[in-house]
T-cell receptor, first 116, second 117 residues
Framework: KAGVTQTPRYLIKTRGQQVTLSCSPI?????VSWYQQTPGQGLQFLFE???????NKGNFPGRFSGRQFSNSRSEMNVSTLELGDSALYLC???????????????FGPGTRLTVT | GENVEQHPSTLSVQEGDSAVIKCTYS??????FPWYKQELGKRPQLIID?????GEKKDQRIAVTLNKTAKHFSLHITETQPEDSAVYFC????????????????FGKGTKLSVKP
């Protein structure tokens, strides 16, 4: 079974621009969560999508948004980029639903975003 | 909201020794506690997890213990090997009654484990 994939893997943007990152979950997984990883703050939860609906949201400004499509693929968007948005953005998918291991989250390789 | 604290931030052991990493959480509603291993430049990998209805879980050289009353959980690695060197993250979240995850893992800051040959 293919793992979680993310595109692009690397991205360089300028302050004020916007960016869209994509995540394809493991086949059959219905939940997609997004995380920001930085050396200073570690791994921080951004939001979670399930059945095309945002189910949970972390403590990030409204410039960070996302969506999920009917095939469970997800995108996140960051508008008006700031230097502090430079980070590794990771998505993770889980089966969700009942049953053992349905809640285990598996991470993609991440998108390294650099804002200059 | 949930807050997870992890100690120590760095840990150095000799090959063959044991390593213990400890985490505490604040939200008594949290009932799912995974541990991830992240090697340099790679994605976090789930290595073991535990739910709040279990006090201990083992998988070969790795074990996790949970004390719900004290709100802390620990990762134990025995007979450490150089390939165990990595950053380890603990996390906490709530799993819904039907087993579905609330996929909002709250992570500790990580422990950099170095295993010296």
């Amino acid at each position: 079974k293919a793992g979680v994939t993310q595109t692009p893997r690397y991205l360089i943007k300028t302050r004020g621009q916007q960016v869209t990152l994509s995540c394809s979950p493991i086949s059959g997984h219905r939940s997609v969560s997004w995380y920001q990883q930085t050396p200073g703050q570690g791994l921080q939860f951004l939001f979670e999508y399930f059945s095309e609906t945002q189910r949970n949201k972390g403590n990030f400004p409204g410039r960070f948004s996302g969506r999920q499509f009917s095939n469970s693929r997800s995108e996140m968007n960051v508008s008006t980029l700031e230097l502090g948005d430079s980070a590794l953005y990771l998505c993770a998918s889980s089966k969700d639903g009942s049953g053992i291991s349905s809640y285990e989250q598996y991470f993609g390789p991440g998108t390294r975003l650099t804002v200059t | 909201g949930e807050n997870v604290e992890q100690h120590p931030s760095t840990l150095s052991v000799q090959e063959g020794d044991s390593a213990v990493i400890k985490c505490t959480y604040s939200d008594s509603a949290s009932n799912y506690f995974p541990w991830y291993k992240q090697e340099l430049g790679k994605r976090p990998q789930l290595i073991i997890d535990i739910r709040s209805n279990v006090g201990e879980k083992k998988d070969q050289r790795i074990a996790v213990t949970l004390n719900k009353t004290a709100k802390h959980f620990s990762l134990h690695i025995t007979e450490t090997q150089p390939e165990d060197s990595a950053v380890y993250f603990c996390a906490a979240s709530s799993v819904m009654r039907d087993g579905g995850s609330q996929g909002n893992l709250i992570f500790g800051k990580g422990t950099k484990l170095s295993v010296k040959p």
